[in-house]
């Protein structure tokens, strides 16, 4: 089993779509929660971290964190075809590397 | 520069051939990952750095694999007699210290392709 799990997807939404992408954990050890949006060909770029649970907004970005569950979620309002990205979870104890889950893919359609 | 710089950009090699991939970190970063990502898969964790402590070198998949890191600063991945399976986009971060980690910024990575 993974430590990080993460649907592949693809999910497809039209455009102003509220989109929600959820990965699960396995280690409890971590403390630290990241989003990266990776686009076609290039390095993923981070969007936003969170440390333990609760939410953390920007812009139109909320990422939420229930530890209990081990849950992490990434909401998007008010997609936009720019959006259109693969993204990336990943969890962090505060030392060593990160763990990334496999990312899942969207399309936003005009 | 104000990103992480990674070089060459895309790399064909001969299956066999040795190969060296370049990252250079944001400056002032003291901690430095390599991480592939393998066609439509997620990140999967290499060799990281922590100033001048000993790397974390359990995620090389094998003694073909090697790393270092100069003067805490430019980190070359080099890989022995290339074989296939390791074609790959291979990615390098960097972040100011271990606890910062969270805040690690990635570089466009090295398209590895083994012929």
């Known amino acids: 089993q993974k430590e990080v799990e993460q649907d592949p997807g693809p999910l497809s939404v039209p455009e102003g779509a509220i989109v929600s992408l959820n990965c699960t954990y396995s280690?409890?050890?971590?403390?630290?929660f990241m989003w990266y949006r990776q686009y076609s060909r290039k390095g993923p770029e981070l969007l936003m971290y969170?440390?333990?649970?609760g939410n953390k907004e920007d812009g139109r970005f909320t990422a939420q964190v229930d530890k209990s569950s081990k849950y992490i979620s990434l909401f998007i309002r008010d997609s936009q075809p720019s959006d259109s990205a693969t993204y990336l979870c990943?969890?962090?104890?505060?030392?060593?590397?990160?763990?990334f889950g496999s990312g899942t893919r969207l399309q936003v359609q005009p | 520069g104000a990103g992480v710089s990674q070089s060459p950009s895309n790399k064909v090699t001969e299956k066999g051939k040795d190969v060296e991939l370049r990252c250079d970190p944001i400056?002032?970063?003291?901690?430095l990952y390599w991480y592939r990502q393998s066609l439509g898969q997620g990140l999967e964790f290499l060799i990281y750095?922590?100033?001048?402590?000993?790397?974390?070198k359990s995620g090389l998949p094998s003694d073909r694999f090697s790393a270092e890191r100069t003067g805490g600063s430019v980190s070359t991945l080099t890989i022995q007699r290339t074989q296939q399976e390791d074609s790959a986009v291979y990615l390098c971060?960097?972040?100011?210290?271990?606890?910062?980690?969270?805040?690690?910024?990635f570089g466009q990575g090295t398209r590895l392709t083994v012929v």
């Open positions: 971060a960097s972040s100011v210290g271990t606890g910062n980690g969270a805040e690690a910024f």
């Open positions: 280690n409890s050890a971590f403390q630290y």
């Open positions: 969170t440390y333990s649970s």
């Open positions: 990943a969890s962090y104890t505060g030392r060593r590397a990160l763990t």
């Open positions: 400056s002032g970063h003291t901690a």
């Open positions: 750095f922590q100033g001048n402590s000993a790397p974390d």
